[in-house]
C-alpha cells in the first residue's frame, strides 16, 4: 500500500488556497503544532506499515498524515465514522486540515481499517511527545497536579448468567449456519437450539421474588443443558470441518475464519456454563476475575466505587493525571478494580520524569489516602499534600491542617480533574468505547486524550499568539 507523505500539489489545490479559506484558530493551532513536530506523524507511519512487505508498492492509501489527523478531528468533534467522512468530504477547511486537499476522501469503513492499524502503545508514545513539546515551549511547568480514577464503559447489555448462556446459544448457532452456506456439502448434526433457550432465558427473566425460590434453578438447569448441547454440537461440526479450514484449500478463505470464531466462542460458552453453574446450581461467590460479563467484550471488568446512582460498572477504570494548565500529563487503562492508594507513587515518578521535579502541589480525593502515600509524598518534595484523610479518628493537628487555606485552595484545585473528565465522556467521546476488544478499548481512550492534549496546547498558545499579532 503506497503512502507518499508528501503528493504533489494539483492545480485544484493551488487554486483553493487562493480564495484564503483557513481553519478555525483551534483547529489552526493544532495543525502547525503538528506541521512543527513531523516526528509524530513518523510514529503513526510505523503502524500503518507494519506487516506490510513492500509498503511502497501497491494500491494508494491513506498517508500517516491523513490518518493522525482525521483520527483527532474525530475526537475533538466526537463524530462517528460516517459523519466524519462526510464532514471531510463537504468542507475545504477540514480537507486542509486532514491533508486531503482535493484528494477524493475514502469511504468511512477506510478511515476504521487506517485507524485500527494503530497500537495503543503508538498513541501512549504520541501523548508522552506531546506533552514534553508543551512543556519545551513554556505552557506548562508541573508545579502542580492532581489526580483521579474513572471508568469508561464497553459496551455491553447488563449481564446476567441467563442472558449470558442466550448469547453463547444464538451467536454459535448463527455461526454454524453461517459456516453450513459457505461449505458445498453444508454441516450435519447440529440440531438448533435457539427458539427453546430463547423460552427458558424469557421465564427466568419473568419470574418474580416468589417465585425464584421453587422455580429458576429447575429452569437453569433446563438453559444451562440446551448451552450445552449447543456447545458440543458446534464442537462436532469444527470436528467434521478441520479440513475444509486447512492452508491447502484454495475454495472460500472465510472458512477457516467462521471456524476460528466458532472455537473462540465456545471456549468463551464453557466458562459461561462453569459461571452458571456455580453460581446459581451450586450456590457458590465466583470470584470477579474468573467471571464472564460479556462473550462479545470478554476483557470487561466489573467497578465497584461506591457510587450511590451507579453502584456497579461494567468496563474499565482510567487512571489519570491533569497539570494545571488542563494537560493530561499520564493516563493508563487498569486492570480490574485496583485500589486507588495505588497509583500515588507511581504518579509522582511518572510525574518527575517529565518535569525533572516532584509537584508542589499533589492534590486527590479521599480515595488515595494512606499514611504511607503522605510520606511519600513528603520525601518527594511536595510542598502541599491534599489528600483528605478517609475514615478514622482525625488528630487535632490533621484537622487543622484539612481547614487551612492552603488545603481547602488545593482541594478546589483539585475538583478541577472532575471537569476535566466530564469533558472527555461528553466531548471527546470517552464515555462508552463502540468498538470491539481491549487494544480498541485503550486506543479511544489514547485518541480522547490527544485530542484533549491539542486542543489544551491550541488554547494556551491563542493568547500569545495574538500578542505577537499585536
Given amino acids: 500500500m503506497s503512502r507518499d507523505p508528501n503528493p504533489q500539489v494539483s492545480f485544484a489545490d493551488l487554486e483553493f488556497r487562493k480564495q484564503g479559506i483557513f481553519l478555525n484558530p483551534g483547529l489552526g493551532a493544532i495543525s502547525r503544532f503538528l506541521d512543527q513536530h513531523e516526528e509524530i506523524i513518523e510514529k503513526v507511519r510505523g503502524d500503518l506499515e507494519r506487516g506490510l512487505k513492500k509498503p511502497q508498492s501497491g494500491r494508494p492509501g491513506l498517508t500517516p498524515a491523513q490518518v493522525l489527523r482525521s483520527l483527532i478531528l474525530m475526537r475533538v468533534k466526537n463524530w462517528q465514522y460516517r459523519e466524519l467522512r462526510e464532514r471531510i468530504a463537504d468542507g475545504y477547511t477540514l480537507r486542509g486540515f486532514t491533508d486531503f486537499l482535493s484528494q477524493p476522501v475514502p469511504q468511512h469503513d477506510a478511515f476504521n481499517r487506517a485507524f485500527n492499524r494503530l497500537t495503543p502503545q503508538t ?28 471508568v469508561v464503559q464497553t459496551d455491553i447489555h447488563h449481564p446476567t448468567d441467563n442472558t449470558l ?39 427466568i427473566q419473568r419470574l418474580t421474588t416468589s417465585q425464584r425460590h421453587q422455580h429458576q434453578i429447575p429452569k437453569y438447569r433446563q438453559l444451562i443443558s440446551l448451552t450445552e448441547q449447543v456447545v458440543q454440537g458446534a464442537r462436532r461440526v469444527l470436528q467434521q470441518t478441520r479440513k475444509a479450514g486447512g492452508k491447502r484449500r484454495k475454495g472460500n478463505p472465510t472458512i477457516g475464519l467462521i471456524r476460528q470464531e466458532i472455537e473462540h466462542y465456545c471456549q468463551l460458552g464453557d466458562r459461561v456454563l462453569d459461571q452458571a453453574r456455580r453460581r446459581v446450581l451450586q450456590g457458590e461467590q465466583v470470584p470477579n476475575p474468573e467471571k464472564v460479563y460479556s462473550i462479545f467484550e470478554p476483557h470487561t471488568d466489573l467497578i465497584k466505587r461506591g457510587k450511590v446512582q451507579t453502584p456497579l460498572e461494567f468496563g474499565h477504570k482510567v487512571f489519570l493525571a491533569e497539570s494545571a494548565q488542563g494537560l493530561i500529563t499520564h493516563y493508563e487503562v487498569l486492570e480490574g478494580n485496583p485500589n486507588d492508594e495505588k497509583h500515588v507513587e507511581p504518579s509522582l515518578q511518572r510525574h518527575r520524569e517529565i518535569f525533572g521535579h516532584a509537584p508542589h502541589l499533589y492534590g486527590t480525593d479521599r480515595g488515595f489516602y494512606n499514611e504511607n502515600n503522605l510520606r511519600a509524598c513528603q520525601q518527594a518534595g511536595v510542598r502541599v499534600v491534599s489528600i483528605p484523610q478517609r475514615g478514622g479518628q482525625k488528630t487535632p493537628r490533621r484537622q487543622a491542617f484539612e481547614k487551612s487555606p492552603a488545603f481547602k485552595k488545593a482541594q478546589r484545585f483539585r475538583a478541577g480533574i472532575e471537569g476535566r473528565i466530564s469533558v472527555l465522556f461528553r466531548g471527546r467521546g470517552m464515555k462508552r468505547c463502540r468498538a470491539n476488544g481491549r487494544p480498541r478499548f485503550e486506543l479511544l481512550v489514547g485518541a480522547a486524550v490527544l485530542a484533549n492534549n491539542l486542543m489544551r496546547i491550541a488554547a494556551l498558545q491563542a493568547p500569545s499568539a495574538k500578542r505577537r499579532a499585536a
Fill in 123 to 150: 498513541l501512549q508514545a504520541i501523548n508522552e511527545f506531546v506533552v514534553r513539546a508543551a512543556v519545551e515551549i513554556g505552557l506548562e511547568d508541573g508545579q502542580q497536579l492532581r489526580v483521579d480514577t474513572t
Fill in 165 to 203: 448462556l442466550w448469547d453463547t446459544v444464538r451467536v454459535i448457532t448463527r455461526l454454524v449456519g453461517h459456516l453450513h452456506q459457505v461449505l458445498p456439502r453444508g454441516v450435519k448434526g447440529f440440531h438448533k437450539r435457539t427458539r427453546a433457550a430463547r423460552r427458558r432465558m424469557q421465564e
